[in-house]
């Protein structure tokens, strides 16, 4: 039989993160999200935290939490703010891809520095004409050298605005598509590398989101993350790793709505009484 029982150490981790969202993520979030900001003072607080980064490999630097324990961190966080929740893990998204490679000498040097510093990595496959549709992207990679030249736009980019690194997915012909890609680790102030302003969004509006304009960015060999034919597959590994993390969000995020709900029920008075003693309502707080 399956035991989901949370051990002690994932208790206290839990518990470590409900405190660090009470205190730290939501007295920020009404406040960035009205301005339509991300507070990066927050995010260096959870990087000094440990709670940003935490799943990086102990090899390199991290703490080598597991994807349960992600799940864990995330759903607390996503509970005060899903916005700065989203800000905060993106890390993760940015730099699986090269947990998961075979690119030993790009894990030493980017992995280590993220797990050390405070340094941001996004993940960029979306563009402005595709996104879930991976294997219909347009930005090109050229061979250049022993290097690639990139050309086109990535879109809808989470925290691209703030990253100092970037997996970058590009094609060497669209006409290829699956068989046509692959990936790139580039850096924010290599010449050729826009970015551009923050896109207004209806909600996530403490979640930093842009679109990234690669115009000749060389890179070099040392910086390939996925030859032509293996980007798919990488861009599919890592979208199967992370995608767990993204129903640890919802599950955060119905918690407090479920517990906004509850608590106003409580007070609410309508009728001559609490409406949390009234059937009607206490059936809906019940389906929840």
């Known amino acids: 039989m399956l035991d989901f029982t949370l051990s002690d150490e994932q208790l206290a981790l839990q518990k470590k993160a409900r405190e660090f ?31 940003m980064n935490s799943d990086i490999p102990k090899k390199y630097g991290g703490r080598g939490y597991g994807l349960l324990e992600g799940a864990i961190l995330t759903e607390e966080i996503a509970a005060s703010c899903p916005g700065l929740a989203t800000s905060i893990f ?38 402005p004409t ?17 290097g690639y030249l990139l050309n086109g736009t990535k879109y809808w980019i989470t925290n691209g605005g703030i990253a100092d690194y970037m997996t970058i997915f590009a094609t060497v012909d669209p006409e290829q598509k699956h068989a046509g890609i692959c990936a790139f680790v580039v850096e924010k102030e290599w010449d050729g590398v826009r970015v551009g302003r923050a896109i207004p969004k209806l909600g996530q509006r403490t979640s930093n989101t842009v679109g990234i304009n690669l115009r000749n960015v060389r890179v070099p060999k040392e910086n390939v993350l996925a030859e032509p034919g293996e980007g798919f597959v990488l ?54």
């Open 21 to 51: 969202a009470i205190n730290e993520v939501l007295p920020a979030a009404w406040y960035y999200d009205e301005k339509d900001e991300i507070p990066l003072s927050v995010l260096k607080k959870a990087f000094d935290a440990g709670i």
């Open 90 to 127: 993106d890390n993760s998204l940015g730099f699986e891809p090269l947990v998961i490679s075979d690119r030993e000498a790009l894990k030493e040097k980017y992995l280590s520095k993220i797990a050390k510093e405070f340094k941001r990595i996004c993940f960029a496959t979306s563009e």
């Open 130 to 146: 595709m996104g879930s549709d991976v294997a219909s992207m347009i930005c090109r990679a050229t061979k250049d050298g022993d």
């Open 235 to 288: 861009a599919m590994k890592t979208f199967g790793r992370t995608r767990p993390i993204i129903g640890a969000f919802a599950v955060g995020a119905a918690r407090s709505a479920m517990e906004y709900a509850l608590d106003y029920a409580k007070k609410r008075r309508a009728f001559g009484g609490r409406i949390s003693n009234y059937q009607s309502t206490q059936f809906k707080l019940a389906e929840m």
